[in-house]
């Protein structure tokens, strides 16, 4: 049974930085594409990074280029979401989710994932 659980949100002044972290539980890491998204109030949930198993580089929305590094620790069944030069804009809960190998599909979608954290919130201050 895979397990995902976040950790590393809070509250930070726009220009500031966090960075979250993902645990995958059950499983090893290294057999997974992982992606992040968001959700913030009155939206809908929005793709924002992805690790894709086997793919030689990591992708990322366009509000999230340049601004947000996914990263993986496979050893430590760890997933981490650097964000720096954070805006108001970034508001969200944002969530883990993994799937084995290759979703169907489109990393981009959320059906791509068959697992998902809980959240964690990240708030922007201006």
């Known amino acids: 049974q895979v397990q995902l659980e976040e950790s590393g949100g809070g509250l930070v002044q726009a220009g500031g930085s966090l960075r979250l972290s993902c645990r995958l539980s059950g499983r090893r890491l290294v057999d997974y594409s992982v992606g992040w998204f968001r959700q913030a109030p009155g939206k809908e949930r929005e793709f924002v990074a992805a690790a894709v198993w086997s793919a030689s580089s990591p992708n990322y929305a366009d509000p999230s280029e340049g601004r947000f590094t996914i990263s993986r620790d496979n050893a430590k069944n760890l997933v981490y979401l650097q964000m720096n030069g954070l805006e108001p804009e970034d508001t969200a809960v944002y969530y883990c989710?993994?799937?084995?190998?290759?979703?169907?599909?489109?990393?981009?979608?959320?059906?791509?994932?068959?697992?998902w954290g809980q959240g964690t919130q990240v708030t922007v201050s201006s």
């Open positions: 989710a993994a799937v084995r190998l290759r979703g169907r599909g489109s990393y981009y979608y959320s059906n791509f994932y068959d697992y």
